[in-house]
Protein backbone atom coordinates (compact mmCIF):
# COMPACT_ATOMS: atom_id res chain seq x y z
CA UNK A 1 0.00 0.00 0.00
CA UNK A 2 0.53 3.86 0.00
CA UNK A 3 3.60 4.98 2.42
CA UNK A 4 4.61 8.64 3.42
CA UNK A 5 7.81 9.07 4.41
CA UNK A 6 9.05 12.45 6.39
CA UNK A 7 12.54 13.40 7.40
CA UNK A 8 13.93 14.29 9.29
CA UNK A 9 11.87 12.36 12.41
CA UNK A 10 13.54 15.34 15.17
CA UNK A 11 14.68 18.12 14.20
CA UNK A 12 16.63 20.62 16.89
CA UNK A 13 16.67 24.11 15.61
CA UNK A 14 18.23 27.24 16.96
CA UNK A 15 15.46 30.15 17.14
CA UNK A 16 16.03 32.15 14.78
CA UNK A 17 17.70 29.72 12.36
CA UNK A 18 16.12 28.13 8.98
CA UNK A 19 15.26 24.44 8.63
CA UNK A 20 13.30 22.14 6.06
CA UNK A 21 11.53 19.04 6.67
CA UNK A 22 10.80 16.54 3.84
CA UNK A 23 7.92 14.43 2.97
CA UNK A 24 8.19 11.69 0.64
CA UNK A 25 5.15 9.19 -1.04
CA UNK A 26 5.84 5.96 -2.59
CA UNK A 27 2.88 6.70 -5.12
CA UNK A 28 1.64 9.94 -7.17
CA UNK A 29 -0.52 11.93 -4.69
CA UNK A 30 -3.81 13.91 -5.56
CA UNK A 31 -2.79 16.23 -3.66
CA UNK A 32 -0.76 17.30 -0.51
CA UNK A 33 -1.85 18.60 2.97
CA UNK A 34 0.44 19.68 5.89
CA UNK A 35 -0.39 19.77 9.32
CA UNK A 36 0.68 21.31 12.90
CA UNK A 37 -0.05 19.55 16.07
CA UNK A 38 1.40 21.12 19.20
CA UNK A 39 1.86 18.99 22.29
CA UNK A 40 -0.96 17.79 23.81
CA UNK A 41 -3.06 19.58 20.72
CA UNK A 42 -4.89 18.19 17.69
CA UNK A 43 -3.43 18.44 14.17
CA UNK A 44 -4.39 21.53 12.29
CA UNK A 45 -4.79 22.34 9.09
CA UNK A 46 -1.78 24.66 7.36
CA UNK A 47 -2.18 23.97 4.01
CA UNK A 48 -3.14 22.09 0.79
CA UNK A 49 -1.24 21.93 -2.33
CA UNK A 50 -2.38 20.52 -5.69
CA UNK A 51 -0.68 21.07 -8.75
CA UNK A 52 2.55 19.87 -10.26
CA UNK A 53 5.62 22.23 -8.66
CA UNK A 54 3.24 24.25 -6.58
CA UNK A 55 4.65 26.79 -3.78
CA UNK A 56 2.87 28.40 -1.78
CA UNK A 57 3.86 31.04 1.34
CA UNK A 58 2.54 31.48 4.87
CA UNK A 59 4.74 34.25 6.68
CA UNK A 60 7.59 32.51 7.34
CA UNK A 61 6.35 28.96 6.43
CA UNK A 62 7.51 28.30 2.74
CA UNK A 63 5.50 24.77 1.01
CA UNK A 64 6.65 23.35 -1.95
CA UNK A 65 4.61 20.47 -4.07
CA UNK A 66 7.43 18.08 -6.52
CA UNK A 67 6.90 17.90 -10.00
CA UNK A 68 6.31 14.51 -9.88
CA UNK A 69 3.60 15.01 -6.85
CA UNK A 70 5.06 12.29 -5.18
CA UNK A 71 7.03 14.94 -3.14
CA UNK A 72 6.57 17.78 -0.67
CA UNK A 73 8.61 20.14 1.63
CA UNK A 74 8.33 22.40 4.29
CA UNK A 75 10.59 25.16 4.80
CA UNK A 76 10.72 27.89 8.16
CA UNK A 77 12.28 30.67 7.73
CA UNK A 78 13.75 32.60 10.88
CA UNK A 79 12.76 29.86 13.37
CA UNK A 80 10.57 30.71 16.32
CA UNK A 81 9.37 29.08 19.58
CA UNK A 82 6.19 29.41 18.13
CA UNK A 83 7.21 27.05 15.60
CA UNK A 84 7.30 24.16 17.94
CA UNK A 85 5.64 21.22 17.39
CA UNK A 86 4.63 17.90 15.07
CA UNK A 87 4.70 18.69 11.11
CA UNK A 88 2.73 16.30 9.39
CA UNK A 89 2.12 15.62 5.74
CA UNK A 90 -0.75 13.58 4.34
CA UNK A 91 -2.01 12.84 0.71
CA UNK A 92 -4.28 10.43 -1.31
CA UNK A 93 -2.85 8.20 -3.25
CA UNK A 94 -3.86 9.16 -7.28
CA UNK A 95 -4.27 5.45 -7.86
CA UNK A 96 -5.68 3.23 -5.12
CA UNK A 97 -9.07 3.28 -5.44
CA UNK A 98 -11.39 4.59 -2.51
CA UNK A 99 -10.16 7.92 -0.80
CA UNK A 100 -7.65 6.71 1.96
CA UNK A 101 -5.82 9.67 3.81
CA UNK A 102 -2.13 8.77 4.17
CA UNK A 103 -0.27 10.81 6.78
CA UNK A 104 3.64 10.78 7.13
CA UNK A 105 5.43 10.35 10.68
CA UNK A 106 5.95 13.49 11.43
CA UNK A 107 8.58 15.71 11.77
CA UNK A 108 8.93 16.84 15.63
CA UNK A 109 10.72 20.22 15.87
CA UNK A 110 12.34 21.96 18.88
CA UNK A 111 13.28 25.32 18.87
CA UNK A 112 16.27 26.52 21.52
CA UNK A 113 16.02 30.29 22.84
CA UNK B 1 -18.90 27.57 16.57
CA UNK B 2 -17.67 25.09 13.81
CA UNK B 3 -15.93 21.87 15.54
CA UNK B 4 -15.55 18.51 15.75
CA UNK B 5 -16.44 16.56 19.44
CA UNK B 6 -15.39 13.59 20.78
CA UNK B 7 -16.58 11.81 23.77
CA UNK B 8 -14.90 10.67 26.18
CA UNK B 9 -11.46 12.64 25.96
CA UNK B 10 -9.97 10.05 28.26
CA UNK B 11 -10.97 6.28 28.76
CA UNK B 12 -9.45 3.46 30.90
CA UNK B 13 -10.91 -0.06 30.28
CA UNK B 14 -10.50 -3.49 30.11
CA UNK B 15 -9.72 -6.39 28.07
CA UNK B 16 -12.76 -7.78 25.96
CA UNK B 17 -15.24 -4.56 27.65
CA UNK B 18 -16.90 -3.37 24.78
CA UNK B 19 -16.75 0.33 23.89
CA UNK B 20 -17.82 3.53 21.97
CA UNK B 21 -16.03 6.06 21.22
CA UNK B 22 -18.71 8.96 19.48
CA UNK B 23 -17.84 11.78 16.89
CA UNK B 24 -19.76 14.54 15.94
CA UNK B 25 -19.26 17.26 13.62
CA UNK B 26 -21.52 20.65 12.91
CA UNK B 27 -20.10 21.55 9.89
CA UNK B 28 -22.58 19.60 7.63
CA UNK B 29 -19.45 17.86 6.31
CA UNK B 30 -19.22 14.73 3.59
CA UNK B 31 -16.02 12.89 4.73
CA UNK B 32 -15.42 11.78 8.60
CA UNK B 33 -12.88 9.91 9.47
CA UNK B 34 -11.06 8.11 12.13
CA UNK B 35 -7.36 7.75 13.22
CA UNK B 36 -5.29 6.54 15.88
CA UNK B 37 -1.93 8.05 16.68
CA UNK B 38 1.25 6.01 18.53
CA UNK B 39 4.87 7.71 18.99
CA UNK B 40 6.96 7.35 16.05
CA UNK B 41 3.87 6.36 13.55
CA UNK B 42 2.11 9.25 13.16
CA UNK B 43 -1.52 9.49 11.93
CA UNK B 44 -3.05 5.96 10.51
CA UNK B 45 -6.08 5.92 9.12
CA UNK B 46 -8.65 3.35 10.50
CA UNK B 47 -11.80 4.07 8.57
CA UNK B 48 -13.21 6.53 6.98
CA UNK B 49 -16.80 7.69 5.26
CA UNK B 50 -17.68 9.45 2.26
CA UNK B 51 -21.11 9.89 2.93
CA UNK B 52 -23.87 8.02 5.42
CA UNK B 53 -24.38 4.79 4.70
CA UNK B 54 -20.88 4.66 3.09
CA UNK B 55 -17.99 3.64 4.97
CA UNK B 56 -14.49 2.28 3.63
CA UNK B 57 -11.20 0.54 5.36
CA UNK B 58 -8.23 2.70 5.43
CA UNK B 59 -4.76 1.46 6.56
CA UNK B 60 -5.35 -0.18 9.82
CA UNK B 61 -9.06 -1.19 10.55
CA UNK B 62 -8.71 -4.50 12.29
CA UNK B 63 -10.60 -4.68 15.81
CA UNK B 64 -12.73 -1.33 15.14
CA UNK B 65 -16.45 -0.91 13.43
CA UNK B 66 -17.63 2.51 12.33
CA UNK B 67 -21.13 3.19 11.61
CA UNK B 68 -23.00 6.64 9.32
CA UNK B 69 -26.41 6.45 10.30
CA UNK B 70 -26.63 10.22 9.91
CA UNK B 71 -24.55 12.87 8.67
CA UNK B 72 -23.04 14.81 11.44
CA UNK B 73 -22.40 11.22 13.90
CA UNK B 74 -19.49 8.86 12.75
CA UNK B 75 -18.81 6.85 16.39
CA UNK B 76 -16.21 4.20 16.42
CA UNK B 77 -16.65 0.90 17.84
CA UNK B 78 -13.86 -1.62 19.15
CA UNK B 79 -16.16 -4.98 20.05
CA UNK B 80 -13.44 -6.33 21.92
CA UNK B 81 -10.60 -4.30 23.06
CA UNK B 82 -7.16 -5.93 23.37
CA UNK B 83 -4.11 -3.61 25.04
CA UNK B 84 -2.50 -3.54 21.86
CA UNK B 85 -5.55 -0.73 20.83
CA UNK B 86 -4.27 1.91 23.65
CA UNK B 87 -3.62 4.63 21.55
CA UNK B 88 -4.93 8.08 21.45
CA UNK B 89 -7.52 8.64 19.53
CA UNK B 90 -9.41 11.24 16.77
CA UNK B 91 -11.95 12.17 14.37
CA UNK B 92 -11.63 13.79 12.24
CA UNK B 93 -14.06 15.74 9.20
CA UNK B 94 -13.75 17.32 5.89
CA UNK B 95 -16.16 18.89 3.45
CA UNK B 96 -14.63 17.09 0.13
CA UNK B 97 -17.03 15.53 -1.75
CA UNK B 98 -14.11 13.67 -3.73
CA UNK B 99 -10.58 13.37 -3.03
CA UNK B 100 -10.21 14.07 0.50
CA UNK B 101 -8.84 17.81 1.11
CA UNK B 102 -8.54 19.83 4.65
CA UNK B 103 -9.37 17.39 7.61
CA UNK B 104 -10.92 19.12 10.78
CA UNK B 105 -9.68 17.36 14.19
CA UNK B 106 -11.53 16.30 17.22
CA UNK B 107 -9.75 16.64 19.93
CA UNK B 108 -8.89 13.22 20.50
CA UNK B 109 -9.69 10.36 23.10
CA UNK B 110 -6.59 8.89 24.82
CA UNK B 111 -7.59 5.11 25.07
CA UNK B 112 -5.94 2.66 27.83
CA UNK B 113 -6.90 -0.86 27.71
CA UNK B 114 -5.42 -2.93 30.44
Known amino acids: GQQVMQIPQYQHVQEGEDFTTYCNSS?????IQWYKQRPGGHPVFLIQLVKSGEVKKQKRLTFQFGEAKKNSSLHITATQTTDVGTYFC?????????????FGGGTRVLVKP | EAQVTQNPRYLITVTGKKLTVTCSQNMNHEYMSWYRQDPGLGLRQIYY???????DKGDVPEGYKVSRKEKRNFPLILESPSPNQTSLYFCASSLTTGVPGEQYFGPGTRLTVT
Open chain 2, 49 to 55: SMNVEVT
Open chain 1, 27 to 31: TTLSN
Open chain 1, 90 to 102: AGPSSYAAGNKLT
